[in-house]
């Protein structure tokens, strides 16, 4: 059976006024890490590995930093929309 590997990718900004601090990253890496393929953080040109806090805190995301998140396998989509939304609602619930 093939599996699709389409990416998927979604822009969205960072509206937490921390911006992505090392507890919002380790939130972000957690759903991250349960996706099937890679969740890549893309800033400025530079990629990160979602699923890494470190990677995404060498980023350097602050409050109004403009990211690309890309998931490298379509059937991760619900995983990307939960990072999506947990950035969108300021990294609270």
Known sequence: MHRTSRKRSVDVTIVN????HARAAAR??????????????IKDGEKADASSIIDIL???CH?????TLTADCQTD???L????????KGLSD
């Not at 929309?81 to 969108?88: K, M, Q």
Request: aromatic fraction near 2%.
């Open 77 to 79: 989509t619900d995983t």
């Open 28 to 41: 972000i890496a957690m759903l991250a890490d349960k996706a099937e393929s890679k969740i890549w953080m």
């Open 63 to 67: 409050k109004g930093s403009k990211i």
């Open 58 to 60: 060498a980023l350097a």
């Open 17 to 20: 006024e921390l911006g992505l």
């Open 81 to 88: 929309t939960d990072i999506v939304n947990l950035i969108r």
